[in-house]
C-alpha cells in the first residue's frame, strides 16, 4: 500500500507540476460551455471534460515506456498492478481536480450573470465519477499504445460510434449506445438517486464498467515486455 | 567460483517469428563476482540484460537469482540497475529521484535526507547539481546519478549497462573504485560494455555473445593471474625470456618482435619477472598490464 501510496503521490504533483500550462485552456473550454448553457446538461457533451481528462493522463504509461522511463520503473519492488492502478489513481485525481476546479469557475460565471445553480455538489460528483471512467478507459489503453496512442483511439473510437449512430437503423442503435457507454462510462447523481430505488443499477452498471477497464489495463501490462531494444 | 547467485540456463528469445535474440544462452554468477558482457551491436546483450532483469521474458530457458524470478519483488528491492539509456524524469531534482527510490524500496523515513546525501556524495556528484532539474544535467552527470539511484538500499545484485559510457576519465577511475569497493562487500555486479579496458580491470569473467550465442567466456583475473605485455629494445632470444620468466614463476605466453606477453601469478611475481629480465641482461624499455588481451578475446583472436 505504502508503494501505491509513494507512487501516485508521484505522478500527482509531477502531473501537477507539468500541466500549469493546460490551465488556461482548460478554463477557456469552461468558460465558453457555461456561457453557451452547457452547465444545465453536461453529461452529453463528451468533449467538455476532454481537456482535463487530457491533464490527467498526461504521463501516460505509453509516454513513460516511449520516453524509455518505464524499464528502470519496472525494476523498483512494485507490482504491475500496483503500477497501473496508482498510475490511474493519480490521472483520476488530477483530471477530478481540474473539473472541480472548472464547475466552481463555471459557477462564478453563472452567478456573475446572476443565474442560480442548481445541486452543485450532484454536478460535482458527476463529473468526478466521469473523470474516473475516462482515465479508466484511457489507462487501459495506454498500456499497450505508445506515446499518445490511447488518446488516438478513444477520440477515432468516439468519432465512429458517433458517426456510425447518425446513419444507424434501428437494430444498431441500441449497439452503439451501448457502445458509448461502455466507451464513456457515465453516472449521474439524479438519475441514480432521485427516482426508484431500481436506478441505483446505475451505479451497478458504472462500478462494473470502470472495475472491468482496471481490470483489462492490468491483465495487458501484466504481458507487456519491457525493454529498450524492443522500443 | 563462489556459489552460484545468478543462473543463465539455455534462455532463448525471439521477438517476432523470424527475429530470434539469444539462443541457449547459459552462464552462472557467483556471489560478488563481477562479470563482463561484451558483443558486437546487436549480438543480444540489451535482450539479454532484460531477461536478468525480469523486463523480458524468455521463449526458452530460464533467469534465476538465488533461486527466484528476476521479477519476484524480493529481487527487485535488492537489485540496482543503471540502464545505458539514462531516462530520468526531467523536473525532478538528483535529490527527489533518489529520495522517491529510498521510499520505493521502502527504507526508514527518518534516515532519508541522511541517505539521499551520502549516496549523492559516493559518486561523487556535486553539492551544487544536487537540487537542479535533471533536464539540465550532461551526460556524465546523469551517468553518476544512475549509479547512486542504482546503489542507494545497498544492493546485492547490481546491472550495469554501460556504464562509463559518456564520463570523464576522473568519473571512470571513481566507478572503478567502487566497483572494487562493491565487491568486497560481496554485491554481485554485471556489466555489459563496449569499453574493453574498463571490463579488463573490474571483472573476473568476460562473456562474450556473438549472433544471441556465447561464444566464449573468458576469465580476466584470479586463477589466471595477470597479463603483462614486456617491451625492450636490442636482442634477446625466447630462450632467454621463457628462462627469465620460468626462474620468476611467470608463463611465457608469445613473443614477437622486441614485445613479449606473459602471465604472472599477481604483483609481486610482476616485480620478480622484472628483476629476473634486467639481471638476464634484457634492456627492458616497458612492462604493462596487457589491456589488449580483452580486445584480442573480442576479435576471436587466438588467447593470449
Not at chain 1, 88 to 116: P, Q
Not at chain 1, 140 to 145: E, K, N, V
Not at chain 2, 277 to 289: F, I, K, N, P, Y
Amino acid at each position: 500500500m505504502s508503494v501505491f501510496v509513494t507512487l501516485w503521490r508521484y505522478r500527482v504533483s509531477r502531473s501537477v507540476h507539468r500541466l500549469g500550462s493546460l490551465a488556461l485552456p482548460a478554463f477557456a473550454v469552461t468558460i465558453s460551455g457555461a456561457l453557451r448553457g452547457m452547465f444545465e446538461n453536461p453529461p452529453d457533451r463528451a468533449f467538455a471534460l476532454l481537456p482535463y481528462v487530457v491533464a490527467g493522463v498526461l504521463a501516460s504509461i505509453g509516454a513513460e515506456a516511449s520516453s524509455g522511463r518505464l524499464p528502470l520503473m519496472l525494476t523498483h519492488p512494485v507490482t504491475r498492478s500496483t503500477y497501473v492502478l496508482s498510475h490511474w489513481a493519480a490521472s483520476a485525481t488530477v483530471a477530478i481536480g481540474w473539473a472541480l476546479v472548472g464547475l466552481l469557475v463555471e459557477i462564478a460565471v453563472l452567478s456573475a450573470h446572476g443565474r442560480g445553480v442548481y445541486a452543485p455538489w450532484a454536478h460535482a460528483i458527476d463529473r468526478a465519477a466521469w473523470c474516473a471512467g475516462l482515465t479508466a478507459v484511457l489507462t487501459c489503453f495506454s498500456t499497450r499504445l505508445p506515446s499518445w496512442g490511447h488518446l488516438g483511439l478513444f477520440l477515432l473510437l468516439l468519432y465512429v460510434i458517433g458517426i456510425s449512430g447518425e446513419s444507424a437503423g434501428p437494430v444498431f442503435k441500441p449497439v452503439l449506445n451501448l457502445a458509448e457507454e461502455v466507451l464513456v462510462p457515465r453516472f449521474v447523481v439524479h438519475g441514480t438517486f432521485d427516482t426508484s430505488p431500481v436506478t441505483w443499477s446505475h451505479l451497478a452498471r458504472y462500478v462494473a464498467l470502470v472495475s472491468g477497464w482496471l481490470l483489462c489495463a492490468v491483465l495487458l501490462f501484466r504481458n507487456r515486455e519491457v525493454s529498450y531494444a524492443s522500443r | 567460483m563462489p556459489p552460484s547467485q545468478i543462473v543463465v540456463d539455455a534462455v532463448s528469445k525471439s521477438f517476432g517469428r523470424r527475429q530470434r535474440v539469444l539462443s541457449d544462452v547459459s552462464f552462472e554468477v557467483g556471489e560478488g563476482e563481477c562479470l563482463g558482457v561484451i558483443g558486437p551491436n546487436g549480438a543480444g546483450k540489451t535482450t539479454l540484460f532484460g531477461c536478468l532483469l525480469g523486463l523480458l521474458r524468455p521463449d526458452g530457458g530460464r533467469v534465476t537469482v538465488e533461486g527466484r524470478a528476476p521479477d519476484d519483488l524480493e529481487v527487485r528491492a535488492h537489485t540496482g540497475y543503471v540502464p545505458e539509456r539514462l531516462e530520468f524524469d526531467p523536473t525532478l531534482s538528483a535529490r527527489q529521484l533518489i529520495a522517491l527510490r529510498h521510499e520505493l524500496l521502502g527504507l526508514a523515513r527518518p534516515s532519508r535526507t541522511a541517505d539521499v546525501e551520502a549516496q549523492l556524495d559516493q559518486v561523487g556528484l556535486a553539492v551544487p547539481a544536487r537540487s537542479r532539474p535533471l533536464r539540465t544535467f550532461s551526460r556524465g552527470m546523469l551517468q553518476r546519478l544512475g549509479l547512486a539511484h542504482a546503489l542507494i538500499g545497498a544492493p546485492r545484485w547490481l546491472f550495469l549497462d554501460e556504464p562509463t559510457l559518456g564520463i570523464d576519465p576522473e568519473g571512470a577511475a571513481h566507478l572503478r573504485g567502487l566497483l572494487g569497493s562493491l565487491k568486497a562487500r560481496g554485491v554481485t555486479v554485471i556489466i555489459n560494455s563496449h569499453d574493453l579496458a574498463h571490463l579488463e580491470r573490474v571483472c573476473e569473467r568476460v562473456v562474450l555473445l556473438r549472433a544471441g550465442r556465447v561464444a566464449a567466456i573468458e576469465t580476466m583475473a584470479g586463477a589466471d593471474g595477470l597479463a603483462l605485455s614486456v617491451r625492450w629494445v636490442g636482442e634477446a632470444t625466447a630462450d632467454l625470456l621463457a628462462a627469465c620468466a620460468g626462474a620468476a614463476g611467470a608463463t611465457l605466453l608469445e613473443v614477437e618482435g622486441s614485445r613479449a606477453q606473459l602471465r604472472v601469478a599477481d604483483e609481486a611475481a610482476a616485480a620478480r619477472l622484472l628483476k629476473e629480465l634486467l639481471a638476464g641482461g634484457v634492456a627492458v624499455s616497458l612492462v604493462e598490464r596487457d589491456v589488449a588481451r580483452l580486445e584480442r578475446f573480442f576479435a576471436g583472436e587466438p588467447r593470449a
